[in-house]
């Protein structure tokens, strides 16, 4: 599994990386793992302000649908369209192509409090 040392990682298995004060975020490598073949991506909130730790939305897979936690307090200005015809994108790119939301952030002590790509491999058992 790899999880990218420019990125930060969430305890939820969600990766944000930063550009200015814009924000890309998606699920970890090892989230898309465990929850096996993506179906169907569920994102309502684009041009909503979400708290760090607020769900933003839902993932589908074969067997599960699990949460989406916002990683860092922002409002999500762009939702991957792309995901809409192609969820699988998750699975196969989950760190390019499989992203998942754009944020403007409001606070980068968010985004500096989130784990480092070695803490998220240590806790995930990497």
Same mark, same amino acid.
């Given at each position: 599994?790899?999880?990218?040392?420019?990125?930060?990682?969430?305890?939820?298995?969600?990766?944000?990386?930063?550009?200015?004060?814009? /924000?890309?975020?998606?699920?970890? %490598?090892?989230?898309?793992?465990?929850? @096996?073949? &993506?179906?169907? +991506?569920?994102?309502?909130? $684009?041009?909503?302000?979400?708290?760090?730790?607020?769900?933003?939305?839902?993932?589908? /897979?074969?067997?599960?649908?699990? %949460?989406?936690?916002?990683?860092?307090? @922002?409002? &999500?200005?762009? +939702?991957?369209?792309?995901? $809409?015809?192609?969820?699988?994108?998750?699975?196969?790119?989950?760190?390019?192509?499989?992203?998942?939301?754009?944020?403007?952030?409001?606070?980068?002590?968010?985004?500096?409090?989130?784990?480092?790509?070695?803490?998220?491999?240590?806790?995930?058992?990497?």
């Amino acid at each position: 599994m790899q999880f990218p040392e420019e990125f930060r990682y969430t305890k939820d298995h969600e990766w944000i990386s930063l550009d200015g004060d814009i /924000a890309t975020v998606g699920i970890t %490598d090892f989230a898309q793992r465990e929850l @096996g073949d &993506i179906v169907y +991506v569920e994102i309502e909130t $684009q041009g909503e302000t979400v708290d760090q730790g607020e769900v933003f939305g839902t993932v589908e /897979a074969v067997k599960t649908v699990s %949460d989406l936690f916002m990683p860092a307090t @922002g409002v &999500i200005e762009e +939702v991957n369209e792309a995901l $809409q015809s192609e969820p699988e994108l998750v699975n196969s790119d989950p760190y390019g192509k499989g992203w998942m939301i754009r944020i403007r952030l409001e606070n980068t002590d968010d985004y500096n409090n989130l784990l480092s790509a070695s803490e998220y491999a240590e806790m995930v058992g990497q």
